[in-house]
Every structure is written in structure tokens, then in C-alpha cells.
């Protein structure tokens, strides 16, 4: 008399048979070669102090800054400011973009 296989052992052969089965189209993309293109881009980041609340008002609502909308724009001991360092990126068309920000 023949003894049941352990159902661990089906649940590993299915696992293992489906593993082989949505690994290949994988496996055979990555070996295909690539038909793209290199393409090259400048892009720098620039640090500058930016306002983030240049009127001094809340313009998203219209109106002026409650309590605590001032103790996060107003300046002071025991104030963060509404002046920040802020990077912003920029593209460029050539390398001649950025002097000394570009190093390979």
C-alpha cells in the first residue's frame, strides 16, 4: 500500500513549478540586449534662500496668519522664519551649465 505524500512536499513542488514558470520571461528579458539609446543630461542643484511666505499673509486662505501660522513664519528667538535654504533642480542643455558642480 502506497503512503500519502506529505502535503508540505506538494506545497513545495507547486511553489517550485511556479516559481519556474513566472521566472523564466524574466530571466529571458534581462539576456535580451537592449535596443535604447545612451542619452546624456545636465541637471544641477541649486541652493538659494527661498521666502516661503513673501507677502507676510496665508494666500492659500486669503487672510492673515492665525497664532500658530505666525510662530511658523514670523522670525524671532523662539521662531523657525518663513526663509529657508531650499535646493531646486534645473536641466541644462550642455555641460557648460554649471561650472565646478559637474565631476565624474
Known amino acids: 500500500m502506497r503512503q500519502p505524500i506529505p502535503s508540505r512536499v506538494i506545497l513545495a513542488a507547486a511553489c517550485l513549478v511556479g516559481f519556474v514558470v ?3 520571461p524574466v530571466l529571458h528579458a534581462a539576456s535580451a ?4 539609446k545612451a ?3 545636465y541637471v544641477a542643484a541649486d541652493e538659494l534662500q527661498w521666502d516661503y511666505t513673501p507677502s507676510g499673509r496665508d494666500e492659500g486662505m486669503g487672510t492673515e496668519f492665525d497664532e500658530v501660522g505666525k510662530a511658523i513664519t514670523e522670525s524671532g528667538p523662539h521662531r523657525i522664519g518663513h526663509v529657508y535654504k531650499k535646493a531646486i533642480y534645473r536641466e ?4 557648460h551649465c554649471c561650472p565646478g558642480k559637474l565631476s565624474r
Open 22 to 24: 513566472c521566472a523564466r
Open 33 to 36: 540586449p537592449s535596443a535604447g
Open 92 to 95: 541644462y542643455t550642455d555641460a
Open 39 to 41: 542619452r546624456t543630461y
